[in-house]
């Protein structure tokens, strides 16, 4: 009677441990860059990510005008209606420096990722 008390604490056990392993929420959050449009530019127009991590970027427009985030680099094409914000995923990339622009504002709104 004993033995099979134990067998039954013991597969119970195991049944809490793996419930709560499954259950555990993931502590390691995926890195955020805000970046702000202001007055036709991207600021900052220049920042640092990880390699090999997969980062969300979220653009806020400041201006009375849409604006689109713009990058070969990056594979990426993102309007950001005036007076909003919208948000996207790159990554993960290797090092190295990725260019991004504003379509509509193309020579003021420069930007690098830089990727270490």
Known sequence: ????????????????????AILQPSYAATPEVQIQIHQGHFIPSEFEIPA???????IINQ??????????DLNREVLIKA???ASFYIGPL???????E??????TAQGVVIVK
Do not use: W
């Open 102 to 107: 504003g379509e509509f504002s193309p020579m």
């Open 1 to 20: 009677m004993k033995k099979k008390l134990l067998n039954t604490t013991i597969a119970l056990g195991l049944g809490v441990t793996c419930t709560l």
């Open 63 to 72: 201006d009375d005008t849409p604006e689109e985030f713009e990058s070969y």
């Open 52 to 58: 090999n991590t997969k980062v969300k970027l979220v």
């Open 83 to 85: 007076n909003s914000q």
């Open 94 to 100: 290797s090092p190295g420096r990725f260019h991004f």
